[in-house]
């Protein structure tokens, strides 16, 4: 399994920008699809962008399509999640992932970062 370390998180005002950043460890990130998922409380994690393994292929969320965009920078294994045009329901806990497998579902991953906590004000 590789281990994830996010951060990046933070207090924003509606409407700012942050980016979040998931550290790898090991040398298989490559192998690995990347996800972003958030959870806010009182509701079930959900599903917000993931990423191919070679990188030219992402999804969005439509909450998030247009505002948000994922990355990832093979030589740091490393995957961000940059976030324009926040608003308050985009507050929640914010999960990085890795899978064998590309898709929106949480149970294609199998690894899981302790999570960054992303609060937008009114």
């Known amino acids: 399994q590789v281990q994830l370390v996010e951060s990046g998180g933070g207090l924003v005002q509606g409407g700012g920008s942050l980016r979040l950043s998931c550290a790898a460890s090991g040398r298989t990130f490559s192998s690995y699809a990347m996800g972003w998922f958030r959870q806010a409380p009182g509701k079930e994690r959900e599903f917000v962008s993931a990423?191919?393994?070679?990188?030219?292929?992402?999804l969005y969320a439509d909450s998030v399509k247009g505002r948000f965009t994922i990355s990832r920078d093979a030589a740091k294994n490393t995957v961000y999640l940059q976030m324009n045009s926040l608003k308050p329901e985009d507050t929640a806990v914010y999960y990085c992932?890795?899978?064998?497998?590309?898709?929106?579902?949480?149970?294609?991953?199998?690894?899981w970062g302790q999570g960054t906590q992303v609060t937008v004000s009114s």
């Open positions: 990423i191919r393994r070679s990188g030219g292929v992402t």
């Open positions: 992932a890795a899978g064998g497998v590309f898709s929106g579902r949480k149970l294609d991953y199998g690894s």
